[in-house]
Protein backbone atom coordinates (compact mmCIF):
# COMPACT_ATOMS: atom_id res chain seq x y z
CA UNK A 1 0.00 0.00 0.00
CA UNK A 2 1.20 3.28 -0.93
CA UNK A 3 -0.25 6.63 -0.16
CA UNK A 4 0.73 10.57 -0.32
CA UNK A 5 -1.10 10.78 2.69
CA UNK A 6 -0.04 10.55 6.26
CA UNK A 7 -2.36 7.55 7.11
CA UNK A 8 -4.20 4.58 5.62
CA UNK A 9 -7.92 4.72 6.90
CA UNK A 10 -8.84 1.50 8.91
CA UNK A 11 -4.86 0.82 9.38
CA UNK A 12 -2.51 1.75 12.43
CA UNK A 13 1.12 2.15 11.91
CA UNK A 14 2.97 0.12 14.60
CA UNK A 15 6.14 0.71 13.21
CA UNK A 16 8.34 3.53 11.17
CA UNK A 17 11.34 2.17 9.01
CA UNK A 18 12.18 5.45 7.56
CA UNK A 19 12.74 7.02 4.10
CA UNK A 20 12.52 4.72 0.82
CA UNK A 21 13.46 6.38 -2.56
CA UNK A 22 13.87 5.18 -6.11
CA UNK A 23 16.49 7.31 -8.43
CA UNK A 24 16.15 7.20 -11.52
CA UNK A 25 18.29 9.23 -14.02
CA UNK A 26 17.64 9.58 -17.73
CA UNK A 27 18.59 11.00 -21.16
CA UNK A 28 16.70 11.64 -24.01
CA UNK A 29 17.62 10.00 -26.98
CA UNK A 30 18.91 11.70 -30.25
CA UNK A 31 16.67 10.43 -31.88
CA UNK A 32 13.43 11.02 -29.63
CA UNK A 33 15.07 15.09 -29.00
CA UNK A 34 13.90 15.10 -32.92
CA UNK A 35 11.02 13.29 -33.08
CA UNK A 36 10.16 15.37 -30.58
CA UNK A 37 10.56 18.68 -31.63
CA UNK A 38 8.83 17.50 -34.96
CA UNK A 39 5.82 17.06 -32.64
CA UNK A 40 5.95 20.49 -31.18
CA UNK A 41 5.47 21.46 -35.25
CA UNK A 42 1.77 20.49 -35.63
CA UNK A 43 1.21 20.86 -31.49
CA UNK A 44 -0.81 18.74 -28.31
CA UNK A 45 0.88 16.03 -26.39
CA UNK A 46 3.93 15.31 -27.40
CA UNK A 47 3.98 11.57 -26.77
CA UNK A 48 7.85 11.04 -27.51
CA UNK A 49 8.25 12.90 -24.05
CA UNK A 50 5.13 12.40 -21.93
CA UNK A 51 5.89 8.19 -22.44
CA UNK A 52 9.56 8.37 -21.74
CA UNK A 53 8.39 11.04 -18.34
CA UNK A 54 5.96 8.40 -17.43
CA UNK A 55 8.38 5.26 -17.65
CA UNK A 56 10.61 6.73 -15.45
CA UNK A 57 8.12 8.05 -12.93
CA UNK A 58 7.68 4.44 -12.92
CA UNK A 59 10.86 3.38 -12.28
CA UNK A 60 11.50 5.19 -9.92
CA UNK A 61 8.33 4.22 -8.05
CA UNK A 62 8.95 0.63 -8.34
CA UNK A 63 12.96 0.88 -6.83
CA UNK A 64 11.22 2.53 -4.06
CA UNK A 65 8.33 -0.38 -3.81
CA UNK A 66 11.41 -2.74 -3.70
CA UNK A 67 13.64 -0.92 -1.31
CA UNK A 68 10.34 -0.75 1.05
CA UNK A 69 9.37 -4.27 0.70
CA UNK A 70 13.11 -5.04 1.01
CA UNK A 71 13.50 -3.44 4.96
CA UNK A 72 10.19 -5.17 5.85
CA UNK A 73 7.51 -2.53 5.31
CA UNK A 74 4.19 -3.58 4.03
CA UNK A 75 3.56 0.13 3.38
CA UNK A 76 4.98 3.51 2.41
CA UNK A 77 2.57 6.75 3.64
CA UNK A 78 3.76 10.68 2.53
CA UNK A 79 4.86 9.34 -1.19
CA UNK A 80 6.03 12.10 -3.29
CA UNK A 81 7.99 12.85 -6.61
CA UNK A 82 10.26 14.85 -7.45
CA UNK A 83 12.75 15.35 -10.36
CA UNK A 84 15.77 17.58 -10.85
CA UNK A 85 18.17 18.70 -14.29
CA UNK A 86 21.43 17.17 -13.30
CA UNK A 87 23.02 18.30 -16.44
CA UNK A 88 21.47 19.86 -19.83
CA UNK A 89 19.19 16.74 -21.26
CA UNK A 90 19.96 14.76 -18.33
CA UNK A 91 17.11 14.33 -15.61
CA UNK A 92 16.56 12.68 -12.32
CA UNK A 93 13.67 11.32 -10.95
CA UNK A 94 13.40 10.64 -7.14
CA UNK A 95 10.15 8.39 -6.10
CA UNK A 96 10.34 8.96 -2.19
CA UNK A 97 8.53 7.95 0.97
CA UNK A 98 8.38 6.72 4.68
CA UNK A 99 8.37 3.18 5.02
CA UNK A 100 6.47 1.57 7.84
CA UNK A 101 4.33 -1.04 9.25
CA UNK A 102 1.05 -1.39 9.33
CA UNK A 103 -2.06 -3.46 10.63
CA UNK A 104 -5.86 -3.62 10.13
CA UNK A 105 -7.66 -1.93 12.85
CA UNK A 106 -9.83 -4.38 14.32
CA UNK A 107 -13.69 -3.50 12.92
CA UNK A 108 -15.59 -5.14 16.24
CA UNK A 109 -18.38 -6.75 14.21
CA UNK A 110 -19.41 -3.53 12.12
Same mark, same amino acid.
Given at each position: ?? !? !? ?8 ? %? ?9 ? %????? %? ?8 ? @? ?8 ? @? ?39 ? @? ?17 ? %?
Amino acid at each position: MI !T !TALELPGYRI %VRSLGVVRGIV %VRSRS %VFGTIGASLQ @TLVGGDITLF @TNLCERTRQDAFLRMEDQAQAIGANAVIAFRYDANEVMQGV @TEVLAYGTAVVVEAIPTDG %V
